[in-house]
């Protein structure tokens, strides 16, 4: 299974009758004590394209940097 059917299968479990919160939050503050669950789609292993380059390239680098604005609001 990968992360765009994970997010669907929770898309039907938490269904409009259950109550949910999407908190964006970055790992150097740690996971929020009151998370139940917590996924990270934001990783770039996820991105096909991205998925077999380290860091040390500028494409990666930037996606996490964009990714890490977007969670800071």
Do not use: C, R, W
Request: net charge negative; charged share 20%.
């Amino acid at each position: 299974m990968n992360v765009h059917q994970l997010k669907e299968v929770f898309g039907v479990l938490f269904s409009k009758d259950t109550h949910d919160n999407n908190l964006y939050f970055v790992y150097k503050y740690g996971v929020p004590n009151d998370a139940d669950i917590v996924l990270d789609f934001s990783n770039p292993f996820f991105v096909k394209d991205l998925n077999e380059l380290t860091s040390d390239y500028k494409v990666v680098s930037d996606y996490v940097l964009i990714h890490q604005k977007l969670s800071n609001g």
